[in-house]
């Protein structure tokens, strides 16, 4: 199959997709989903499809159910449609979202700090996709979080105030889905870059020594 080299979609642009698809119970709920997993998904269609860029188009229904259920996640966490319910509500009961690089863990209503700690900090923050794998119930997408720091960043060091630069940092987001739901979504944000771009250099290397000194023989 071949890659789209250059074209990307941006969160923001997946109310076009999601405009207009038929709506149906998955297979999975057909069978009985487990408790609060009561998810009614879309599905896509093939002209749906041709637009984000996807490694493999021909996916099965259960694929295209999963996707839908992903880009409709990341338009609620939009700047400008932001739905911090629809985001909490695209998890399952025990739901969990990771941000590994920052080693924290969110679940229940928790969930809804995560589009509003973003949105604060970049009021028009979009995620712009441009890679995208789906295997079964797991959605794979490499992309960059982009936005405009103006809001202030709580840190170690005091309260940091915006600049108004410019961000673009690079993120891989890994969802995994069961019954229409999403259960674990890790992901990994390059906050060192992302820093930097937003004129905030903190001071890694004596943070790194300062950790190495914690361990025996340090």
């Known amino acids: 199959m071949k890659l789209l080299s250059r074209k990307t979609i941006t969160a923001t642009a997946a109310l076009a997709i999601l405009g207009g698809l038929s709506i149906a119970a998955s297979p999975t ?3 009985g989903p487990a408790a609060g997993s009561t ?7 093939p002209g749906d499809l041709s637009k984000p860029p996807l490694t493999d188009r021909h996916l099965t229904r259960k694929e295209r159910a ?7 996640a990341y338009h609620v966490a939009e700047g ?3 739905d911090v319910d629809a985001f909490v509500n695209s998890f ?3 739901g969990v979202f990771n941000d590994v690089v920052a080693g924290q863990s ?7 700090g995560v589009p509003t700690y973003m949105a604060n900090l970049f009021p028009d923050v979009h995620r712009d996709l441009k890679r995208i794998t789906v295997n079964g119930d797991v959605v794979s997408i490499e992309l960059s979080i982009q ?4 809001g202030p960043l709580q840190s170690p060091a005091g309260t940091v105030k915006p600049t108004g630069a410019r961000v673009d940092a690079p993120t891989a987001d890994f969802w995994y889905l069961r019954h229409g739901k999403v259960e674990k979504f890790n992901c990994f944000v390059g906050y060192s870059t ?13 943070a790194g020594r300062q950790a190495l000194s914690s361990f025996p023989g340090g």
């Open 39 to 45: 998810a009614v998904v879309a599905d896509l269609s």
């Open 106 to 112: 969110y679940r229940g209503d928790a969930l809804g």
């Open 29 to 31: 709920q057909a069978a």
């Open 194 to 206: 992302m820093y930097a771009q937003m004129g905030v250099n903190f001071d890694w290397t004596s």
């Open 92 to 94: 399952a009961k025990d």
């Open 66 to 72: 999963n996707l839908a259920v992903v880009l409709r």
């Open 147 to 150: 936005g405009t720091f103006e």
């Open 80 to 82: 400008d449609s932001l």
